[in-house]
């Protein structure tokens, strides 16, 4: 049993028991429903998530409030957590993905032990919701997740040195069914430029950082176990003679592969993070503990967008000069090198951070309760509600650096100020 730690915590009022599953579209906003997507300003909508376990819930409700409002990604990628259900957003068509995406996460919060720990009468106790929460991690490391992974028995240890059996506490076999369930693979690969798919993995020899994206490669269930292989958890996944970890080792966030890959387009970026880099001092081993996760599963991908701006700005004030030279000079090849990192192009960065619950603790990535699941849903869907209400986020930039970046967070301690 994990130690529980008892943090000042904040408990919802509302039990809930007597809340909807997840979010069902609002009925009385069908009719008024506005199409976000017709007007754009934007030649692609790119959909960025990242890696985070049971946080990717989350995810998932974010995705539903961007449905409801037309904002199809052209461009879905994905690290771990967040490249299944990229997956499962670009295997199916536009008007079954969030049905498909309840149903992969309705099936993995199942318990895997036949019950769930319940706070039942002491609802309103903090100290009972960190209990029940680290009773239900506990039944994941012993059990593991259905249709997703168990504990690898015998243990790896007395499994010879060399085989994939000895590298891993867990078997994640299961997990191919699953995905060929809820993807359609076929639909993956048939028109990447209708949705095109990029995922994050890291090579096991080399430790380099690769993407199996749709535009170069045919994507199978293989390449997005590879995605979600943490070590020491999960085994390597092998692709054709290579073995593959979870990307989330080298960066946790695919921002970059957006940024830098070619051709460049005009780009609204919905930038989804299940892990916060900003946090408070810890003020025992166990917040220690889920404070370091933060800051390595981050990613920094607040410096890593303020370099992009500056990057782009460099790009941008390149092109314009370039244009003024004569055409004898353009012709040189030092010029026509510099005319390849020159460009015009505009980016809206909208990000949308998970911030936890004091009660989670440092076993939020593998809590894959129901109950839990639900919140992590209703929040993701309620933080993208809210910023689909403020304009700017959908405007063109119009700063001489061509990035715009919007973080909900920041936005409400703007207001509050």
Not at 288 to 312: G, N, P, Y
Not at 347 to 359: T, V
Request: glycine fraction near 8%.
């Amino acid at each position: 049993m994990p130690t529980i730690a008892l943090p000042d915590q904040v408990v919802p009022d509302t039990p809930l028991a007597e809340r909807p599953l997840v979010p069902k579209p609002r009925a009385a906003s069908k009719g008024n429903r506005r199409n976000l997507r017709a007007g754009l300003p934007f030649d692609r909508v790119a959909l960025l998530l990242q890696g985070g376990g049971a946080l990717g819930a989350y995810q998932a409700g974010v995705y539903e409030a961007l449905a409801e409002t037309g904002l199809h990604p052209d461009w879905v990628l994905g690290i771990s957590i967040g490249a299944i259900n990229a997956a499962i957003i670009a295997g199916n068509a536009p008007e079954r993905r969030v049905d498909k995406l309840r149903g992969f996460w309705e099936e993995i919060s199942a318990p895997a032990m036949g019950f769930h720990a319940q706070v039942g009468l002491f609802e309103g106790s903090k100290a009972a919701r960190v209990y029940a929460n680290q009773v239900n991690a506990a039944m994941v490391v012993c059990a593991g997740v259905p249709s997703f992974f168990r504990l690898r028995i015998p243990n790896p240890w007395f499994h010879p040195p060399g085989t994939i059996e000895a590298t891993s506490y867990y078997n994640t076999r299961w997990l191919k069914a699953t995905l060929e369930r809820f993807v359609d693979f076929d639909r993956v690969n048939a028109n990447p430029k209708e949705t095109r798919l990029s995922l994050g993995a890291v090579n096991v020899r080399s430790g380099n950082l690769v993407y199996f994206d749709n535009m170069t490669q045919v994507i199978g269930p293989e390449h997005v176990m590879a995605i979600g292989s943490l070590p020491p958890g999960f085994p390597a996944t092998q692709i054709e003679g290579e073995f593959y970890w979870d990307g989330g080792l080298v960066s946790n966030t695919p921002l970059q592969w957006v940024l830098e890959s070619s051709p460049q387009k005009d780009t609204l970026a919905f930038q989804i993070d299940l892990w916060s880099a900003r946090g408070e001092l810890p003020r025992n081993l166990i917040e220690a503990e889920l404070r370091q996760k933060e800051i390595r599963f981050s990613s920094r991908t607040r410096a890593a967008t303020d370099q992009f701006k500056q990057k782009q700005m460099v790009s941008r004030t390149l092109a314009k000069h370039l244009e003024k030279l004569p055409r004898e000079l353009r012709q040189t090849p030092e010029v026509e090198m510099l005319a390849q990192h020159a460009n015009e192009k505009v980016y809206n960065i909208i990000q949308l951070i998970y911030h936890a619950k004091n009660y989670e603790g440092c076993s939020k990535d593998y809590e894959f309760s129901r109950r839990t699941m639900e919140e992590h849903w209703k929040s993701g869907y309620t933080d993208a509600v809210r910023t689909l209400r403020h304009p700017e986020a959908l405007q063109r930039p119009e700063g001489a650096d061509g990035v715009f970046t919007f973080d909900l967070a920041k936005q409400d301690r703007g207001a509050a100020a």
